[in-house]
């Protein structure tokens, strides 16, 4: 069967991608499609076309399973700490986790590819990995005319440096493409002003923060905000290394992480994910962050 989504991933994806850069905070369109399409949408429609299916597979890897004492569903990450792709599914709620059977969880990406030669798959063991959300490297053609307004690069003083293309072309961060002079020292982007249409840029010591707060919670092997502060380690971005920190209930729906050593290009927008262990706690939106100079962003 052949279930089209076309206009739901265009309105689902893409067009959360243009609107979180047009206010300066760097979207994740891969966790929003997971959560959204492959795990929301997709299965609605299979069973509204009378696809009837007790449970899901996908070539995740990650692992799942039920917690007897609790009975909440557990995230994992998996085996293959290379591939794991358990921050990308931290979006994923009880009833979704519930129906999920990840069959590559427990498996390296190297052992799944000799079993698919083994079985004469060969050309499918050699494919590249898997493509971006879109088919080309280009992210301006999700935008329109007028959306790239250039305005100043200036430090954390206020003072002009020089003028960029349109905030949407950066990120925290960011060291290349800035074309500006720096007498030596490198400029990193360390704050983005969509009110102002500023991009406020900076040293790379700068791009340290000890702290964050992230709202838009998804809690999974917990039911809620930790009562007490709670010793974990939490991940930034899919490739970070977890990091040791304490989160908190910060209130309003909130939480925030105060890492043991300061974390670099800590992005709003993006998603912090906490574990203990292999086990995903839970996951929110990254809304903004402390800088080590004490400066809020």
């Known amino acids: 069967r052949v279930i089209s989504l076309a206009e739901k991933y265009r309105e689902t994806v893409l067009d959360y991608f243009r609107a979180e850069y047009l206010v300066g905070r760097t979207p994740n369109p891969c966790v929003r499609c997971n959560q959204r399409m492959k795990f929301g949408f997709l299965l609605e429609q299979a069973r509204a076309q009378g696809v009837e299916f007790e449970k899901f597979a996908t070539g995740h890897y990650a692992r799942v399973e039920r917690n007897g004492a609790t009975g909440r569903w557990q995230l994992l990450r998996g085996r293959d700490a290379g591939k794991d792709q358990s921050y990308f599914l931290s979006r994923l709620r009880q009833e979704q986790l519930s129906g999920l059977v990840f069959p590559l969880g427990e498996r390296t990406k190297e052992e799944v590819k000799g079993l698919a030669r083994e079985l004469g798959w060969g050309d499918l063991a050699g494919k590249e990995e898997s493509q971006d959300f879109i088919e080309c490297d280009d ?159």
């Open 139 to 297: 992210y301006s053609v999700l935008f329109r005319k007028g959306d790239s307004r250039p305005g100043d690069f200036v430090d954390r003083n206020g003072n002009v440096l020089g003028r960029h293309r349109g905030i949407i072309h950066y990120t925290i961060g960011q060291r290349k493409g800035l074309e500006l002079g720096g007498g030596g020292t490198p400029w990193y982007v360390v704050e983005i002003d969509a009110a102002k249409n500023r991009v406020v840029v900076g040293g790379r010591g700068e791009l340290g923060a000890p702290e964050l707060v992230a709202g838009d919670l998804n809690w999974i092997a917990l039911d809620g905000p930790p009562e007490r502060p709670l010793r974990c380690r939490v991940q930034i971005r899919q490739r970070h290394r977890a990091a040791s920190a304490t989160v908190s209930d910060a209130g309003n729906g909130r939480v925030r992480a105060v890492f043991d050593e300061p974390q670099v290009s800590v992005t709003p927008g993006q998603l912090a994910v906490w574990y203990d262990g292999d086990r995903v706690l839970g996951s929110g939106t990254i809304e903004k962050y402390t800088g080590t100079d004490g400066t809020p962003a």
